[in-house]
């Protein structure tokens, strides 16, 4: 028999070849960690279980009762989607007005700023949980730092992280905390609006206020579209700094990320298993409508440069 040599790939199919080798371990991981975990669990949300069932397969089908059930009969969780969208709108803006005006007064040339620009960004290089740990001291009834200050003035001490304070001491810290990153993110953003603008707006007449909100907004309007989306994305997802602080029994500060973990780890009472993963998909409904939302509302608004 005459062997017969076999023709060699061709390039384009030798590249192919390479470039879904290289993304395999991205694919299996995609598959395994996120793929095949939503869709187990939007399975899940229709049967009545515990997180102790689903090894041995014995969770009972019940429809959309735990769907009716979240809206129906479970006032917490309902006090969990206002505490969460009350976190996202104000936490969000907060995130983002007072970085869009440090970054305007440290896009300045003056002495020190740089030294500034180090202060401002201190608190983001602290873990999450140990910074965490550190504002449950600045907060705590006994040696509040903050009382402490207060006191000098003859200020009554407060209770910050009381039923009614709670919520608006954890927006504060993650005020101090994004300051920092989001100073970079807009500074850079500042680097792009042109000066020739803001000298002709200047020399016209205009004010600095004037010229912040008709020249550079417009132009640093994709990096405010990111940050609205982004904070607001990791606003409805808050629960670290929230379990850290407060833990899980009080309710003025109970997230619907909260609600789900309680829910899934709760293997003695009503709400098990498949209620949590119901509840996690609607958290992912409301994330998927907003976002979609932005995008089609806000995004219009937005300035890319040659548009």
């Known amino acids: 028999?005459?062997?017969?040599?076999?023709?060699?790939?061709?390039?384009?199919?030798?590249?192919?070849?390479?470039?879904?080798?290289?993304?395999?371990?991205?694919?299996?991981?995609?598959?395994?960690?996120?793929?095949?975990?939503m869709i187990s669990s939007l399975y899940y949300s229709f049967n009545k279980m515990s997180i102790l069932?689903?090894?041995?397969?014995?969770?009972?089908?019940?429809?959309?009762?735990?769907?009716?059930k979240l809206f129906t009969a479970d006032t917490?969780?309902?006090?969990?989607?206002?505490?969460?969208?009350?976190?996202?709108?104000?936490g969000?803006?907060?995130?983002?007005?007072?970085?869009?005006?440090?970054?305007?007064?440290?896009?300045?040339?003056?002495?020190?700023?740089?030294?500034?620009?180090?202060?401002?960004y201190l608190p983001?290089?602290?873990?999450?949980?140990?910074?965490?740990?550190?504002?449950l001291q600045l907060f705590s009834n006994d040696c509040s730092l903050f009382n402490t200050i207060l006191g000098l003035f003859h200020i009554p001490p407060i209770e910050y992280l009381s039923y009614d304070n709670a919520l608006w001491s954890i927006m504060f810290m993650n005020t101090v905390t994004t300051l920092g990153p989001n100073m970079i993110l807009f500074i850079a953003a500042l680097q792009g609006v042109p000066k020739e603008l803001l000298e002709a707006a200047e020399l016209e007449g205009a004010g600095p206020?004037?010229?912040l909100l008709t020249i550079t907004i417009p132009f640093i309007s994709p990096t405010l579209f990111y940050q609205l989306v982004v904070g607001f994305i990791g606003g409805l997802q808050i629960y670290t700094q929230i379990v850290l602080l407060t833990g899980f029994g009080t309710e003025s500060t109970i997230s619907m990320a909260m609600s789900v973990v309680t829910n899934a780890f709760n293997t003695t009472g009503n709400k098990t298993m498949g209620y949590a993963c119901a509840q996690a998909w609607v958290m992912f409904?409301?994330?998927?409508?907003?976002t979609g939302l932005f995008f089609k509302v806000i995004n219009r608004k937005v300035y890319y440069g040659g548009d």
């Open 285 to 290: 409904v409301i994330i998927l409508l907003f």
């Open 76 to 90: 917490l969780f309902v006090k969990s989607i206002g505490n969460t969208f009350l976190y996202a709108i104000v």
């Open 92 to 120: 969000t803006l907060l995130g983002i007005i007072p970085a869009l005006l440090v970054s305007v007064w440290l896009n300045r040339k003056f002495v020190a700023n740089k030294f500034v620009r180090v202060l401002v």
């Open 124 to 135: 983001a290089l602290i873990p999450g949980v140990a910074g965490a740990l550190v504002w």
């Open 53 to 68: 069932n689903i090894a041995n397969n014995s969770q009972k089908w019940v429809g959309v009762t735990n769907y009716v």
């Open 1 to 37: 028999m005459v062997n017969r040599m076999k023709k060699p790939l061709k390039k384009s199919t030798r590249e192919t070849i390479g470039f879904y080798l290289f993304i395999s371990p991205f694919l299996v991981g995609l598959l395994l960690f996120t793929l095949i975990p």
């Open 209 to 211: 206020v004037r010229r």
